[in-house]
């Protein structure tokens, strides 16, 4: 039996990771899979507890997080879709008629 | 079980209401091609909505186990959340920029009807699986609505922006709850506040945890350091979404907040005067949200200063008046919530009609550059005297209902013990005076450089505006009701 | 720890025979390389260009609603393990649900979201 510390610090690495992807990335498309990163990170996160207490509301949770990040990859997708053709780039320093 | 579930049917009818008529609009869409009937058939769902909103007046019950809490508290704010969506549809008929022929307006009508929808549960949720969901619903459906006019470039943009910190911003909040859920062992905010109150829990996790959470409700009623999605998305949405967004999501944002702080974190034995209460003894909620408080409303105010773009100042000043609202949480006491109440309903009435003006110049004009006002109190009289109201009650000058807004939330502070803030509060005020100014001088002291001939406005527009104009100074004068209904509503299910 | 050295063994042991194979395979065989044994091997067909391009976008739409719906799945799976127990009024829930998806269905499909052309 692995013991509960393991898999919270495993999510709390992949959700650093992920944030720190989102932030330092450029790139629209990765990110969102950074995002998706972070989410993943929370699912796992929920799911240790869940099993550790023995309790299926966590693992309710994760089915909808799942359902949301579908959903938000999709409207995201379509985003970068609508300013590709815009603007012809998915780089995100260069999205930037808008500031200050 | 299923008894349970069928009576508690009663409790959500505003809400299949607006679950039906989404699903309604999409087909009317499909079927009929229509826009006014799309638009008919929205405005008719969101009406039947209130009025079996109404029905739950002073009802005060949990709904499906504990998933949603129908209470004075949610009636109020579903309340300004539907209002302000129907003024938004009226906006919606007369915008050029909605009916520009290039766009498909149906699925316009449905997302509004969804964020709606995704408000309205945000108002009542008392299940943090629930707060997650709902706050999606609307965040997804306002991604969308931000980049609805898609072909002009500013649109997409603020669409991408939105929805990356969107996701940001909501991830940082399940993190959040991931933690809390790990704390205590389950989602429902009541059994949370029970389980921290009779075994306690680590407080640093806590901390982290309420600030993760304090992310997701930071980015929805864009406090400083959330809020840099807000000045981007408001210049580049759509005018009727921006007033939606700055309205209607703030409120429900505020109501989240509200209740997930009053429910989970308060001391179920603090034994001080009725109406005030205290925080899990050692847990500093407080103090981050007065950090919050100053920092928004100050960088709001001081950066709306150098805004040529007027919805860009009004996105600002809407920042600003976040953290207004942000010091009525900070007094833990009735009068606090009530006094944000109390600003809810004024801030809708005032901010929709600087929007609403907005949008009817550059309706005329095309433009939204504060010089495109210049010489515009010759050229709309009617128009400019209006806006110069709204912008008198977005200070929280008197005779305006804004002076009774600040009013109530000042001297909740003052009650409280909490002078400084208030002074920090007052202090902002005159500082947003003097952008006000600024739109104020270009209007009545400065020579348009342009065209000179009069603008003309529709007869429904000029309706639309006195609907608004009306209340911002009605309730400046004879707000007893107001502030009764506000106090009243201040009831939380299962809080004293 | 000890009992998993068999493992780090085993491990040790495949990825050593995996890595000898290979070099000697280079180092010792014979290299006689004609344009046919260069080409992509795709089933046996002779390759007609380049697979290195970029999908047309027209992909990217029927991917995206295929998620949506892909993704929904997953509430039917609870409800499936579920289903005794839950009886006539689980069945009308998830209708009312697939109902709900119906509607977003027959809106793309008039949309024309899932014409390729």
Known sequence: MISIEYYLLLSAFMF????????????????????????????????????????????????????????????????????????????????????? | MIEQILSNMWYIRPEIALTIT????????????????????????????????????????????????????????????????????????????????????????????????????????????????????????????????????????ASLKYVIFGALSSGLMLYGISILYGLTGSLDIYAINHVLMTMGANRLALLIAGVLIMAGFGYKISAVPFHFWTPDVYEGAPVTITAFLSVASKAAGFSMLMRFMKVTFIDSTFAGPVGTWALIPGFEFT???????????????????????????LAYSSIAHAGYMLMGLVVLGNDGFAAVLIYFVIYMFMNLGAFFVVMLVS??????????????????????????????????????AGFIGKLYLFAALINAKMIWLAIVGALNSVVSLYYYVLIFRNMFLREGTGSTEPLKFALSDNIILFLLLIPTLVLGLYFTPLVQFAQYSVAMFGVR | MASYIPIFL???????????????????????????????????????????????????????????????VVFLYPWAVNFRALGVFGYVEMMIFIVILLVGYYYILRKGALKWD
């Not at chain 1, 995201?76 to 930037?96: H, Q, Y």
């Not at chain 2, 008929?93 to 009807?113: D, F």
């Not at chain 2, 309706?363 to 912008?391: C, Q, W």
């Not at chain 3, 795709?42 to 047309?56: K, L, V, W």
């Open chain 3, 10 to 72: 085993m491990l040790a042991a495949a990825a050593g025979l995996g890595i000898i194979l290979l070099t000697l395979h280079q180092v010792l065989g014979p290299k006689h390389p004609t344009e046919e044994k260069l080409s992509t091997y795709e089933s046996g067909m002779s390759p007609i260009r380049t697979a290195r391009e970029r999908f047309s976008v027209k992909y990217y739409m029927v991917a995206v609603l295929f998620i949506l719906f892909d993704i929904e």
């Open chain 1, 16 to 100: 650093c990771a992920g944030v720190v992807g989102v932030l330092v990335r450029r790139n629209a498309i990765v990110v969102f899979m950074c995002i998706e990163l972070m989410l993943n990170a929370v699912n796992l996160t929920l799911i240790t507890f869940s099993a550790y207490f023995g309790d299926p509301r966590g693992q309710v949770l994760v089915f909808f997080v799942m359902v949301v990040a579908a959903a938000e990859a999709a409207v995201g997708l379509a985003i970068v879709i609508a300013l590709f053709r815009n603007k012809l780039t998915v780089n995100i320093d260069e999205i930037n008629i808008l500031k200050w």
């Open chain 2, 287 to 313: 103090n981050i949200l007065i950090v919050l408080s100053v920092l928004t409303m100050t960088l709001g105010n001081l950066v709306a200063v150098w805004q040529k773009n007027v919805k860009r100042l």
């Open chain 2, 363 to 400: 309706n005329k004009t095309g433009s939204e550059h504060i010089d495109t006002y210049k010489g515009l109190g010759s050229r709309a009289p009617l128009l400019s005297v209006a806006m110069a109201i709204f912008l008198v009650s977005l200070t929280g000058l008197p005779p305006t």
């Open chain 2, 22 to 157: 989404c699903l309604a609009a999409i087909l009317a869409d499909v079927f009929f091609k229509r826009k006014a009937l799309v638009a008919g058939v929205v405005l008719g769902g969101l009406l039947a909505s209130g009025v079996l909103l109404m029905e739950q007046y002073g009802v005060s019950a949990p709904a499906f186990s504990h998933m949603l809490a129908v209470d004075p508290f949610s009636v109020y704010f579903r309340g300004v959340i539907l209002v302000t969506a129907m003024f938004v549809v009226l906006f919606s008929l007369s915008s050029v920029e909605i009916n520009n022929p290039r766009l498909r307006v149906g699925e316009y009508y449905a997302l509004i009807v969804a964020m709606t929808l995704g408000m309205t549960l945000m108002a009542g949720s008392s299940n943090m699986l629930m707060m997650y969901l709902s706050l999606e619903l609307t965040s997804l459906s306002s991604y969308i609505l931000a980049g609805f006019t898609k072909n002009a470039p500013a649109s997409a943009e």
